[in-house]
T-cell receptor, first 113, second 113 residues
Framework: DQQVKQNSPSLSVQEGRISILNCDYT??????FLWYKKYPAEGPTFLIS?????DKNEDGRFTVFLNKSAKHLSLHIVPSQPGDSAVYFC????????????FGTGTRLTVIP | NAGVTQTPKFRVLKTGQSMTLLCAQD?????MYWYRQDPGMGLRLIHY???????AKGEVPDGYNVSRLKKQNFLLGLESAAPSQTSVYFC????????????FGAGTRLSVL
């Protein structure tokens, strides 16, 4: 049973516009959330994270928003650049015990020049 | 700056053959992980290790074995490969419990015919 869901397999955005990638989770025990970016033939690379004690975290062009009541998080990329074209994975964990990550199925973002 | 290195990058096996995938990290990380990525499934945890000499089962452990004889290495073994094990395998590592950011290798693409 998928505990972390990314319901949009793909997204296309014009260069310079905002990209919004969404993620939903079902386990209310999750308290730490991450976004990873993956290029073809490479491993996922960490992009940005957020703890459940916050509702927003920003790093340059990337902002992650967390809505705990809706069990929803989103990644905003502003402005989008062609180099942002990749697959984005959302991941969640519980910060105790084994602390393992649970991944979503990914969203392929294409930024059109 | 090697980070996490996976060997080999590609492999083709016949059903019933065995093989070992090697993961090596040079960051002195305590925790190491093996994932598989299948189309539409995201990354799923196979086995993990919280330190040298320890291993534990993840979400999809059947058909795989692991060993962590040295802190820097985490081996994934397939004793009798099956077509259902055709996948891309990723190894990851992280320092400890405090920061739940995992660092990934470039992956091993395995085909079982």
């Amino acid at each position: 049973d998928q505990q972390v869901k990314q319901n949009s397999p793909s997204l296309s955005v014009q260069e310079g516009r905002i990209s919004i990638l969404n993620c939903d989770y079902t386990n209310s025990m999750f308290d730490y959330f991450l976004w990873y970016k993956k290029y073809p033939a490479e491993g996922p690379t960490f992009l940005i994270s957020i703890s459940s004690i916050k509702d927003k975290n920003e790093d340059g062009r990337f902002t992650v928003f967390l809505n705990k009541s809706a069990k929803h998080l989103s990644l905003h990329i502003v402005p989008s650049q062609p180099g942002d074209s990749a697959v984005y994975f959302c991941a969640a964990s519980v910060q105790t015990g084994a602390n393992n990550l649970f991944f979503g199925t990914g969203t392929r973002l294409t930024v059109i020049p | 700056n090697a980070g996490v290195t996976q060997t080999p990058k590609f492999r083709v096996l016949k059903t019933g053959q065995s093989m070992t995938l090697l993961c090596a990290q040079d960051m002195n990380h305590e925790y190491m992980y093996w994932y598989r990525q299948d189309p539409g499934m995201g990354l799923r945890l196979i086995h993990y290790s919280v330190g040298e000499g320890t291993t534990a089962k993840g979400e999809v452990p059947d058909g795989y074995n692991v060993s962590r004889l040295k802190k820097q290495n985490f081996l994934l073994g397939l004793e009798s490969a099956a077509p259902s094990q055709t996948s891309v395998y990723f190894c990851a590592s992280k320092f400890g419990l405090a920061k739940n950011i995992q660092y990934f290798g470039a992956g091993t693409r395995l085909s079982v015919l």
